[in-house]
């Protein structure tokens, strides 16, 4: 019987079938310890020379790494270690010899394994971190399903920017000009929410910027939920019931898997409501009291601002010192308008601020999430696609969402490969989606 060794303790004793690449191999003597993997998981096998037929002892020693064989032996539990289990082995069967497989053992630099990223993902850990981007994403379409949001489809292709005109990629559209990829679903989102209530998007989204930080990819995954008649009070009750339960689901379910990447759970496990909800300027405060100047870089010269000056945006070395003292995700809100998207509201009782929140994460792992009240007034969100150099033909549909039946509505977006870095404890953003891509690199 054919049985994946994830369900393997579900079989002991019994004499099963196992489809899958040898990871590597060990022998003493008589005895053969070969690690098989079949993508679920890894088990220990063993074979004995005096128990099985001499074609499969004989088959057994001409294998490589990776080859990719099928196995037949009996269950057992590992005598002294608890859940591990090993399976004696009677039959192989041989369905690939592997070539020399490149990645060994041994360390590799990261841009010979990145290289060699379509093998890999066949690693102990990196196969790891795709499950638990699995994991996170079936809770975020379980929770917004079972709490009555609507999965709404954007469009990759737009005619429009949404998050700034200069991380546009674009590309020739037939005879229709050009057309940019997404940047965000967010203004179909609120099309969406205006029709159905509750939706959210999850989908690719792109942004051309050369920025060869950890934290930055050209192509990312992002969740934006979009409420109709949600204020950014509701908006931020709704970030932190879905970020708990997104993160408590995951390590309650993939506790292998985080072990395996030694994350500390005790971490994760304090992510429940309230989360610590601080304004843009009590967060100023807090790099003012700790000296955290803002870096300037003009032509390669490099100027420190003190104290940090209102109205600027935070960069790493600020969400790290904000979010310091606080075991939690931080909530950002009320943010200088100057600062933010053209969409956001403005503070009806300080039309300097806008009505936007920012999520960023503990443990010094930046924004995860950006959001918002949208303006939902239509002479103010005019006049604000106007200064921001938007052309205006391309938001007569977005404006005629602000005429007919305009209501107050919130939504933001997640970045799926931030939640994921955090959740792996990843040092950088590559490795957590399957095929990264970033200025610098476009293959595999
Ligand atoms: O803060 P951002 O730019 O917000 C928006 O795009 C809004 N339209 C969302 C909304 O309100 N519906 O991006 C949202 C999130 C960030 O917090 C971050 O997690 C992720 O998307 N993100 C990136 N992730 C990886 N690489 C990049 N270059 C990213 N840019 C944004
Ligand atoms: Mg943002």
Redesign the pocket.
């Known amino acids: 019987m054919w049985v994946y060794i994830e369900k393997i303790s579900e079989y002991v004793n019994q004499e099963i079938t196992i489809k899958g690449w040898l990871y590597n191999i060990r022998s003493s003597g008589k005895l053969m310890f070969p690690e098989l993997r079949d993508g679920t998981g890894i088990i220990q096998g063993v074979v004995s020379k005096k128990e099985v037929s001499e074609k499969v002892w004989d088959d057994f020693s001409k294998l490589t790494q990776e080859s990719s064989i099928i196995v037949q032996g009996t269950v057992s539990k590992h005598p002294k270690k608890e859940d591990v289990f090993e399976l004696q082995i009677k039959g192989l069967e041989i369905v690939s010899i592997a070539e020399p497989y490149p990645i060994t053992p041994k360390e590799h630099g990261v841009d010979f394994l990145a290289d060699r990223r379509h093998l890999w993902i066949r690693s102990q850990k990196q196969s790891a971190i795709l499950r638990v981007r699995n994991e996170i994403i079936q809770s975020i379409r379980e929770y917004f399903y079972n709490n009555g949001f609507i999965l709404f489809d954007a469009p990759i292709f737009t005619p429009n920017a ?2 700034g005109t200069s991380t546009l990629f674009s590309t020739d559209y037939f005879d229709l000009g050009k057309a940019y990829l997404s ?2 679903g ?1 203004l179909y ?1 609120e099309a969406g929410a205006l029709a159905l209530g509750k939706v959210y998007t999850l989908g690719p ?1 792109f ?1 051309a ?1 050369y ?1 060869m930080t950890r ?4 192509e ?1 995954w ?1 969740m ?1 939920p ?1 409420m109709a008649y949600y204020d950014i009070n509701d908006n931020m009750d709704l970030i932190e019931d879905f970020l708990e339960y997104v993160v408590q689901r995951v390590i309650k379910n993939k506790k292998k898997e985080l072990d395996i990447l030694e994350r500390d759970i005790t971490k994760l496990e304090k992510v429940k409501k309230p989360f610590p909800r601080i304004s843009y300027d009590e967060a100023v405060e807090i790099l003012r009291a700790k000296d955290i100047p803002l870096i300037k870089r003009t032509d390669n010269v490099e100027e420190q601002i003190r104290p940090f000056p209102w109205g600027e945006d935070f960069g790493a070395p600020h969400e790290e010192a904000i979010v310091e003292n606080f075991d939690k995700p931080v909530l950002v809100h009320h943010w200088p308008a100057e600062a933010k ?1 053209f969409y956001m509201k403005r503070d009806p009782e300080n039309p300097k601020l806008a009505l936007g929140v ?1 999520v960023l994460a503990p443990e010094g792992f930046g ?6 009240q949208r303006e939902d007034n239509l002479e103010i969100l005019t006049k604000s696609i106007e200064s921001h150099g938007l052309p205006m033909s391309e938001f007569e549909w977005y404006l005629d969402l602000r005429k007919y039946g305009s209501v107050p509505h919130s ?5 799926i ?2 939640m994921v870095t955090w959740i792996c404890n990843l040092e950088h ?1 590559r490795e957590s989606i399957p095929f990264v891509r970033r200025p610098n690199r476009i293959r595999p």
């Open positions: 949404c998050e940047q965000s967010q989102a989204t942004r910027e920025s934290r930055h990819i050209t990312f992002m934006e979009e998207a920012d924004e995860i999430i950006g959001g918002s939504g933001f977006g997640l970045g490969e931030r953003i």
